[in-house]
């Protein structure tokens, strides 16, 4: 089944890791990211406590492991051939027509993850400046909650910087653009030399106080060891449902930065036999530390020290970006005008320091593609990644209410990343051969990587990839997997096919309207003009101000409803001109398509001349 | 805390902290040469 590119290097290298140790600190963190300190103790909390631990484990052993890797040995692999990016790396694995267009989901991730992962990142830059700026001392937790939507709305500006959002973004990109073009060795490696460091110790200071808690001192109702004990007592019963399974391998994906296609950018730049499987396992399991001890050990403790179980139970259904950007300040404040500013900056800054050293391994890539395919040199590359970000981005930005930071995340931060990993293992074990590849896995290694691993690549890993794909093509509706028959089933909104065709159903289907409907039952919390546009808030139905959900509207139209007032779902509540949210949706998805296919136009424009030059 | 979550979570977090020193002391402690960096362009 093997025929892969037998062809000597193309190009010497020109860039190259400065140390062994600043190379694993720069995996570590580009897979250390936001979703280490809150999307793994959410995730925990909703899918069974302690006992998510076991298929978290188990699904690090069988999906997470093997899959750094593959891509730590592809990556070095295709970087002999001069290739630094993986539609080459993967070309150069097995020529097969197919694979350098598969390798595109190995620049396209990158690039549409990063235009909101730097929103993300530039969101904790700005809540650094505040809490040493003091601007959340002495508010309420509905105001702190209050704060961050009206963050999020960049027309107007209640925060005391005009266009806030828009400028910590563009702040952030430009300094992520400035790393970047400074190279791998002096930008790079250099921010995870002093980043990751740093966040451990931020993590480990927030870390000592969540676990440190104690009831009746500053304000905290319980102790830090509730939170443990609730965070970790297992529930056995959790474990037959497939859904807690699912999750606990998307968990893994995410933390790993697996299926991106910049672990294999980041390893194209190792030397032949230089090790891959002990810098692979020391890098992960750095991820996985900073993960299962930090990330457990802050914001649910120290939330529910706080609020209680059954509160931050509620608030987990926000996710953990809205558990730490509505409620994280509030909760500091109780520690005194300095403590809280001090905790402040090490929560926002760990997750600074943690958003940016994965964004800027989301850089590389696209950097790496121009320079070898296209000689472009680092500084323009660089900045082309910048420009490119700003252009994508800006629509997270604008539109974020109107869901358009969803839909990338859906898109390009879920589904690829699934797709990628499941193409990338059988590319691997199938393809590429499981023979050279592990070879090629134990070439120059410093541990001997036990045997088992050998079949678990072959089989195990790309069938499980399979598994998980197909779940999420056909995920049934409510998670209910004793629905599915022969005869068909109801399908989940959030499975690939249901989003496609909007199964999470709308009251407003068409793109443009003259009535706006009510999404949602609910009461209608407050109404108010600003900017020629009304604001109105309505909180769902059974729900606390932080689900409160903000509608925009043009103030040349007409309320239908005011303060106070009970909405039904399909209910009016506006008449004027209206751009329903379902017009963003599909917009953002035809521009991550065309950006899909933009890269693929590229990487065919590359190979033709490759293929000219004969060097390929 | 509970005596099944502190095993779960002590156990976990032994085996996390272990291998996470294990690899690392094996990377300081393995040849740390890298290529000669070249950040001309």
């Not at chain 1, 630094?84 to 989901?105: A, C, Q």
């Not at chain 2, 032994?14 to 002391?25: D, E, K, L, R």
Request: hydrophobic share 50%; aromatic share 14%.
């Amino acid at each position: 089944m093997s025929k892969t590119n037998q062809k000597l290097p193309v190009s010497i290298k020109a860039e190259a890791w400065g140390s062994r140790v600043g190379l694993v600190l720069a995996m570590a963190g580009n897979a250390v990211g936001f979703g280490n300190f809150l999307r793994f103790p959410v995730q925990a909390v909703q899918n069974g406590g302690g006992a998510f631990i076991i298929p978290y484990l188990v699904s690090l052993v069988i999906l997470g492991l093997p899959l750094l890797l593959i891509e730590w040995s592809s990556g070095r692999y295709g970087g002999q051939f001069g290739h630094h990016s993986t539609p080459f790396i993967m070309h150069s694995l097995h020529r097969g027509r197919i694979w350098k267009y598969v390798g595109v989901f190995g620049i396209f991730c990158n690039i549409a993850i990063a235009a909101y992962y730097c929103y993300m990142e530039s969101w904790t830059m700005s809540y650094v400046y505040h809490s040493v700026a003091g601007t959340f001392n002495g508010l309420s937790q509905h105001d702190v909650a209050g704060f961050f939507s009206q963050y999020l709305d960049v027309t107007v500006s209640t925060t005391g910087i005009p266009f806030e959002a828009i400028l910590f973004f563009v702040l952030c990109l430009a300094l992520n653009t400035w790393i970047l073009s400074k190279g791998l060795s002096a930008g790079v490696e250099k921010t995870a030399k002093i980043g990751v460091p740093l966040l451990i110790l931020f993590g480990v200071f927030l870390a000592w106080k969540g676990i440190n808690l104690t009831p009746g001192e500053d304000g905290a109702v319980f102790g830090g060891s509730e939170g443990l004990n609730f965070l970790w007592t297992p529930n056995y019963d959790s474990l037959a449902n497939p859904k807690v399974w699912l999750a606990a391998a998307g968990q893994i994906f995410f933390t790993l930065s697996v299926g991106m296609g910049s672990i294999q950018c980041y390893a194209s730049y190792l030397k032949k036999n230089e090790d891959v499987a002990c810098n692979a396992m020391s890098a992960g399991f750095m991820n996985e530390f900073v993960e299962i001890v930090l990330g457990s050990a802050i914001v649910i403790p120290i939330a529910i020290g706080y609020l209680g179980i059954d509160r931050v139970v509620d608030l987990t259904g926000l996710g953990g970006l809205g558990l730490a950007f509505r409620t994280m300040p509030f909760l500091f404040e109780q520690w005194g005008p300095v403590l809280s500013a001090l905790a402040g900056v090490a929560f926002f800054g760990l997750l600074f320091f943690a958003g940016i050293t994965s964004s800027l391994a989301m850089g590389t890539p696209i950097v790496g593609f121009l320079q070898d395919e296209f000689k472009w040199r680092r500084k323009p590359a660089a900045m082309t990644f910048g420009l490119i970000i700003l252009f994508l981005g800006l629509p997270t930005v604008l539109f974020f209410q109107q869901g358009v930071f969803d839909e990338y995340d859906y898109w390009a931060g879920t589904v690829s990343l699934v797709v990628f990993a499941m193409f990338e293992a059988i590319l691997f074990a199938w393809f590429f051969g499981m023979k050279k590849g592990w070879a090629e896995i134990n070439r120059g290694a410093d541990i001997k990587v036990p045997l088992v691993f050998k079949y678990l690549l072959q089989y195990v890993t790309p069938v499980v990839l399979i598994v998980v794909f197909v779940s999420s093509l056909l995920r049934p509706a409510n998670d209910d997997w004793s629905k599915i028959s022969l005869t068909g089933w109801p399908l989940h909104p959030e499975s690939i096919i249901g989003k496609l065709i909007h199964k999470e159903g709308t009251a407003n289907p068409k793109y443009f309207a003259d009535r706006y409907y009510s999404e949602l039952d609910g009461k209608v919390d407050s109404v108010w003009k600003q900017s020629y546009r009304y604001y109105v808030q309505v909180i769902p139905a059974g729900k606390t101000h932080e689900f409160a959900q903000t509608f925009t509207l043009d103030a040349s139209g007409k309320l239908l409803i005011s303060k106070g007032d009970q909405v039904i779902k399909n209910q009016p509540l506006y008449e004027g001109r209206v751009i329903n949210r379902i017009f963003f949706v599909d917009m953002s998805r035809l521009l991550l398509l065309a950006l899909f296919l933009g890269i693929s136009l590229l990487v065919h424009i590359a190979y033709t001349r490759r293929k000219k030059e004969n060097s390929i | 805390m509970n005596t099944s979550a502190l095993i779960t979570m002590l156990s976990t977090w032994i085996v996390v902290i272990g291998f996470t020193s294990y690899f690392f002391i094996k990377v300081l402690k393995g040849n740390n040469d890298q290529n000669q960096i070249d950040n001309g362009n």
